[in-house]
């Protein structure tokens, strides 16, 4: 028995709608996906062919990287050495318009990675992926399935219909705070509105840079829409967002809040110290400084060492190697984000699945 | 907080001060009422002016939808006390800030009437020609430390190249003018003839925060608070500088020079690490980059310092400053906006004489040929 290592976000990858999720459709959708053959929502994020979504090694000879489980195990675990890793699914039933449709789609998207992978591999967890276009049925569906101990976090997309500390999704959060499953924002988009302010881009390469910037307005939207204050145990977990943007950004944070502090009163201390303690990172991709000084100054500059998640991104393709912890991490910080920190950002992964 | 700088090397620096002079790469002139643009428009359009105004893409057409947290952006001491807004009466703008500061030239970057986003392009280009006019007329003219840029509409290209024609040939004009949130990303084709024209007249491109292009300030939507808002003008920068490099600008123009106002430093070097890290994987996608996106970063652009970044260390607004490059900052107030940064305070961290004489005076002196 090797060590724990969580790997905090991997992604099993969906077939297709009428393949992988038709056995848990109900009659309705079932019908409805045949007929009006409803198929083909790999989202325009991560196109499976586009070298980022899969590494050459890690792609199966039939199918998309990620949707052959014995592949899977062997990469994410033999391979990367992990002991466990949280399963995110990124197929489109985020993206969905027809909130029915959304929260059928998620709903087959949970029940199937409950039926084959999670009871098929006991060292794998996964996220609830939600439909967070219609917030009650996003609780409705975690509360489905807030009883199975494997599912450990709620999935949504970076970039979404609204920023997502609007209170229009505040029910959901205390759906999740009371079930101790934190949020997880993932990069992705529903391609609602551009990727940035200044519009759409011609370049996958443009969008994927640009989601760090929405990774960091979701962050103050958060703090400033005073979710933490009214969801004191919550918290909020950036899978695939980077992570060097942090210290500059939390300085800027720190010192707007300073001069415009007076329309948000409810956020009485500094954004940054609500992010120590609030906001989570996977650390892949980490977008490193070159250097091992570099990379020292932005782990002091972030002054938390429990903010860090290790994470491979299995089967994206962030690294090459067996090794998915970035270079010059700092030992302190390595053996904290392999598990302690997984340990207590998602308080189920200790519960007996 | 040991390393913060204290009391003896504040007054080390205000010797400094004595021997060297400040360009400062923004500052905002205002017009003191919009009649002060009559004299350059046509009648149909102080008529247009008059009756329909602005039209942008904002839902209101006397303020901003995200309410500043004071008066017209301003600082509240800015008011000049003859009446009319801050940053509307010179004589007060030398008083407050020109002589005391010991400003050796001050690049005016004028916000009124915001024409890179007005909807309608004639009238853009009419209000465009006039408050070029007038900021020679009411600034260039009575003050020659303050030295005009050329406002330049980007998102009806041939009327900005034919007013960049005009106003080039006066040689009076420091840089071309276009905003960050246009209707396309600035990195786009239909904006490249302005960039040939930039480059061939030797004019820096200025970007400054701000404009109207129909988006959401962020990737996720409309924030509620002006707190976020604020802080967006960091990441449509950075989006800015993603798409220039991206879309090939720089291979295309290689003797381009781009200027970055108001989007402060912090996040550039991250932003660089981040297209670097990342460029082997999409590198297929974007033949037409022939280096690192860095390489490009540090050769083409240059960033002013406000609002700069205010970490508890000063050792680390010591690394930002040494990641981005010295040689690639310009110090710049804001002024007479309430995010104002003071010459005398806003760097507390050592800097040697040689690195305060670059931020301070002789990049800008370079870059803008001074």
């Given at each position: 028995?090797?060590a724990?290592?969580?790997?905090?976000?991997?992604h099993?990858?969906?077939?297709?709608?009428?393949?992988?999720?038709?056995?848990?459709?109900?009659d309705?959708?079932?019908?409805?996906?045949?007929?009006?053959?409803?198929d083909g929502?790999?989202?325009t994020?991560?196109?499976?062919?586009?070298?980022?979504s899969?590494?050459?090694?890690w792609r199966?000879?039939?199918?998309k990287?990620?949707?052959?489980?014995?592949?899977?195990?062997?990469?994410?675990?033999?391979?990367?050495?992990?002991?466990?890793?949280?399963?995110?699914?990124?197929?489109?039933?985020?993206?969905?318009?027809?909130?029915?449709?959304?929260?059928?789609?998620?709903?087959?998207?949970?029940?199937?990675?409950?039926a084959?992978?999670?009871?098929?591999?006991?060292?794998?967890?996964?996220s609830?992926?939600?439909?967070m276009?219609?917030?009650?049925?996003?609780?409705?569906?975690?509360?489905?399935?807030?009883?199975?101990?494997?599912?450990?976090?709620?999935?949504?997309?970076?970039?979404?219909?609204?920023?997502?500390?609007r209170?229009?999704?505040?029910?959901?959060?205390?759906?999740?705070?009371?079930?101790?499953?934190?949020?997880?924002?993932?990069?992705?988009?529903?391609?609602?509105?551009?990727?940035?302010?200044?519009g759409?881009?011609?370049?996958?390469?443009?969008?994927?840079?640009a989601e760090?910037?929405?990774?960091?307005?979701?962050?103050?939207?958060l703090?400033?829409?005073?979710?933490?204050?009214?969801?004191?145990?919550?918290?909020?977990?950036?899978?695939?967002?980077?992570?060097?943007?942090?210290?500059?950004?939390?300085?800027?944070?720190n010192?707007?809040?300073?001069?415009?502090?007076?329309?948000?009163?409810?956020v009485?201390r500094?954004?940054?110290?609500?992010?120590?303690?609030?906001?989570?990172?996977?650390?892949q991709?980490?977008?490193?400084?070159?250097?091992?000084?570099?990379?020292?100054?932005?782990?002091?500059?972030?002054?938390?060492?429990?903010?860090?998640?290790?994470?491979?991104?299995?089967?994206?393709?962030?690294?090459?190697?067996?090794?998915?912890?970035?270079?010059?991490?700092?030992?302190?910080?390595v053996?904290?984000?392999?598990?302690?920190?997984?340990?207590?950002?998602?308080?189920?992964?200790?519960?007996?699945? | 907080?040991?390393?913060?700088?204290?009391?003896?090397?504040?007054?080390?620096?205000?010797?400094?001060?004595?021997?060297l002079?400040?360009?400062?790469?923004?500052?905002?002139?205002?017009?003191?009422?919009?009649?002060?643009?009559?004299?350059?428009?046509?009648?149909?359009?102080?008529?247009?002016?008059?009756s329909?105004g602005d039209?942008?893409?904002?839902?209101?057409?006397?303020?901003?939808?995200?309410?500043?947290?004071?008066?017209?952006?301003?600082?509240?001491?800015?008011?000049?006390?003859?009446?009319?807004?801050?940053?509307?009466?010179?004589?007060?703008?030398?008083?407050?800030?020109?002589?005391p500061?010991?400003?050796?030239?001050?690049?005016?970057?004028?916000l009124?009437?915001?024409?890179?986003s007005?909807?309608?392009?004639?009238?853009?280009?009419?209000?465009?020609?006039?408050?070029?006019?007038?900021?020679?007329?009411?600034w260039?003219?009575?003050?020659?430390?303050?030295?005009?840029s050329?406002?330049?509409?980007?998102?009806?290209?041939?009327?900005?190249?034919?007013?960049?024609?005009?106003?080039?040939?006066?040689?009076?004009?420091?840089?071309?003018?276009?905003?960050?949130?246009?209707?396309?990303?600035?990195?786009?084709?239909?904006?490249?003839?302005?960039?040939?024209?930039?480059?061939?007249?030797?004019?820096?491109?200025?970007?400054?925060v701000g404009?109207y292009?129909?988006?959401?300030?962020?990737?996720?939507?409309?924030?509620?608070?002006?707190?976020?808002?604020?802080?967006?003008?960091?990441?449509?920068?950075?989006?800015?500088?993603?798409?220039?490099?991206?879309?090939?600008v720089?291979?295309?123009?290689?003797?381009?020079?781009?200027?970055?106002?108001?989007?402060?430093?912090?996040?550039?070097?991250?932003?660089?690490?981040?297209?670097?890290?990342?460029?082997?994987?999409?590198?297929?996608?974007?033949?037409?980059?022939?280096?690192?996106?860095?390489?490009y970063?540090?050769?083409?652009?240059?960033?002013?310092?406000?609002p700069?970044?205010?970490?508890?260390?000063?050792?680390h607004?010591?690394?930002?400053?040494?990641?981005?490059?010295?040689?690639?900052?310009?110090?710049?107030?804001?002024?007479?906006?309430?995010?104002?940064?003071?010459?005398?305070?806003?760097?507390?961290?050592?800097?040697?004489?040689?690195?305060?004489l670059?931020?301070?005076?002789?990049?800008?002196?370079?870059?803008?040929?001074?």
């Amino acid at each position: 028995m090797s060590a724990t290592r969580i790997d905090c976000d991997i992604h099993p990858a969906v077939g297709g709608t009428r393949t992988t999720l038709l056995p848990y459709l109900d009659d309705h959708w079932k019908e409805q996906v045949v007929s009006r053959a409803i198929d083909g929502l790999d989202l325009t994020s991560y196109p499976p062919n586009m070298p980022l979504s899969g590494r050459a090694d890690w792609r199966p000879a039939n199918g998309k990287p990620g949707s052959d489980l014995a592949m899977v195990q062997r990469g994410a675990f033999d391979q990367l050495g992990s002991s466990h890793a949280i399963c995110n699914v990124l197929y489109g039933a985020q993206a969905v318009y027809d909130p029915y449709m959304a929260s059928a789609f998620c709903k087959a998207i949970n029940d199937w990675i409950a039926a084959e992978w999670l009871a098929r591999d006991l060292r794998l967890r996964a996220s609830i992926v939600v439909p967070m276009q219609a917030p009650d049925l996003a609780i409705e569906e975690i509360e489905r399935r807030a009883g199975d101990n494997r599912f450990v976090s709620v999935l949504v997309l970076a970039q979404g219909e609204s920023l997502l500390g609007r209170r229009h999704y505040w029910p959901v959060y205390r759906a999740a705070e009371k079930h101790k499953l934190p949020i997880a924002i993932h990069a992705g988009s529903q391609y609602r509105g551009a990727p940035s302010s200044i519009g759409w881009p011609s370049y996958r390469y443009e969008y994927y840079l640009a989601e760090a910037q929405a990774f960091q307005a979701q962050v103050l939207s958060l703090i400033y829409e005073g979710v933490f204050g009214k969801f004191p145990g919550l918290k909020v977990v950036l899978m695939e967002s980077g992570v060097s943007w942090l210290p500059a950004f939390m300085w800027r944070a720190n010192k707007t809040w300073r001069g415009v502090r007076v329309e948000v009163p409810w956020v009485e201390r500094e954004p940054a110290s609500i992010m120590r303690d609030h906001i989570r990172l996977t650390t892949q991709p980490f977008d490193s400084p070159p250097d091992a000084k570099g990379v020292a100054d932005i782990i002091d500059m972030i002054d938390c060492d429990k903010m860090f998640l290790f994470a491979s991104d299995y089967p994206h393709w962030q690294f090459d190697g067996d090794d998915a912890i970035p270079p010059h991490l700092p030992a302190s910080i390595v053996s904290r984000m392999c598990a302690d920190n997984p340990l207590e950002t998602f308080p189920r992964l200790s519960l007996a699945a | 907080m040991s390393d913060v700088i204290d009391r003896p090397l504040l007054e080390q620096e205000a010797t400094a001060k004595s021997r060297l002079r400040i360009i400062d790469c923004d500052i905002h002139p205002s017009l003191h009422s919009r009649a002060d643009l009559n004299p350059f428009l046509t009648k149909r359009w102080q008529e247009h002016l008059k009756s329909y105004g602005d039209h942008l893409r904002t839902p209101y057409i006397g303020t901003t939808p995200y309410p500043r947290s004071s008066p017209l952006i301003a600082r509240r001491d800015a008011w000049p006390p003859t009446g009319g807004p801050p940053g509307s009466d010179l004589a007060f703008m030398r008083k407050q800030h020109l002589d005391p500061f010991d400003v050796e030239f001050g690049i005016l970057q004028v916000l009124d009437l915001f024409i890179f986003s007005q909807q309608n392009l004639d009238f853009g280009a009419a209000i465009q020609r006039a408050i070029n006019e007038w900021q020679l007329a009411y600034w260039s003219d009575r003050d020659p430390r303050l030295k005009a840029s050329i406002l330049a509409g980007q998102d009806d290209t041939e009327a900005a190249i034919a007013e960049i024609e005009r106003c080039a040939k006066t040689g009076r004009y420091v840089q071309i003018n276009v905003c960050p949130r246009a209707n396309e990303p600035l990195g786009r084709h239909r904006y490249w003839p302005i960039y040939a024209r930039a480059e061939e007249l030797g004019l820096p491109l200025g970007i400054h925060v701000g404009g109207y292009g129909g988006h959401a300030p962020t990737g996720g939507g409309w924030p509620s608070y002006y707190a976020e808002e604020h802080q967006s003008n960091a990441h449509s920068m950075a989006a800015t500088l993603t798409s220039f490099v991206i879309e090939g600008v720089l291979e295309r123009f290689p003797r381009l020079k781009i200027v970055f106002i108001e989007g402060g430093f912090g996040w550039i070097s991250s932003a660089m690490w981040r297209m670097d890290q990342h460029f082997e994987r999409f590198r297929d996608e974007v033949p037409h980059l022939k280096r690192r996106p860095s390489e490009y970063v540090r050769e083409h652009f240059w960033f002013t310092t406000q609002p700069i970044d205010e970490p508890d260390e000063a050792r680390h607004l010591r690394s930002l400053i040494e990641w981005v490059g010295v040689d690639r900052l310009l110090f710049s107030s804001d002024y007479p906006h309430w995010d104002f940064d003071d010459p005398r305070f806003a760097f507390r961290t050592p800097l040697s004489e040689a690195e305060r004489l670059k931020i301070f005076n002789s990049n800008a002196r370079a870059l803008y040929k001074l």
